[in-house]
């Protein structure tokens, strides 16, 4: 799988300021952040399958602008023929260039697992981006959510969850 459809962001970004009255003895200051690029094919990113079961993370946007200290709001769609159970808990992870590391606390809580029938979306969760309600300075860069989904499997064997995951970048 390709990294996500989005525009490729900036790999670099240079922000220069100066003290208003140091504006002619002392020279401006110059700070390069390096944004790492796209993070590899994840195949979780699409529709995951096990036999009749099928799931999918959607989000509302690829990109969010720091500045607008908004969240991503996101929903499980069941794409499969298998009642899913969804919970509100979620990670994020955030991309350094070569591992995905916690951005956030793991947004866990004790709550009851929901029914979302074949065809239907779970309702929107949300995840802050913005240091206040997430406990966290974001950075630009790659960013994920990730689900885990979880079905009634007609053997009671033991099973893994669906895991389901979406990427977005946010900019300054």
């Not at 996500?4 to 970004?13: F, G, K, N």
């Not at 993070?39 to 607008?68: F, H, K, M, W």
């Not at 591992?99 to 779970?122: D, I, Q």
């Amino acid at each position: 799988m390709t990294a996500p459809s989005s525009p490729r962001p900036p790999t670099t970004t240079t922000t220069s300021s100066a003290s208003p009255r140091s504006h002619r003895t002392s020279p401006r200051t110059t700070t390069t952040t390096t944004i790492p690029g796209p993070p590899p094919g994840d195949p979780r990113t699409g529709i995951v399958r096990d036999g009749d079961v099928a799931a999918e993370l959607v989000i509302d946007r690829r990109q969010l602008d720091l500045s607008e200290k908004d969240k991503v709001t996101f929903r499980v769609v069941n794409r499969g023929d298998v009642q899913l159970k969804v919970g509100a808990p979620f990670d994020m992870d955030r991309w350094t260039g070569h591992r995905w590391v916690k951005a956030c606390c793991t947004m866990t809580y004790h709550a009851g697992l929901m029914p979302v029938e074949p065809g239907e979306s779970s309702p929107p969760g949300k995840a802050p981006v913005y240091e206040r309600e997430a406990g966290f300075t974001p950075k630009p860069g790659w960013y994920r959510i990730v689900k885990m989904v979880h079905y009634d499997n007609e053997e009671n064997a033991p099973y893994e969850p669906l895991i389901v995951v979406k990427h977005f970048f946010m900019h300054t």
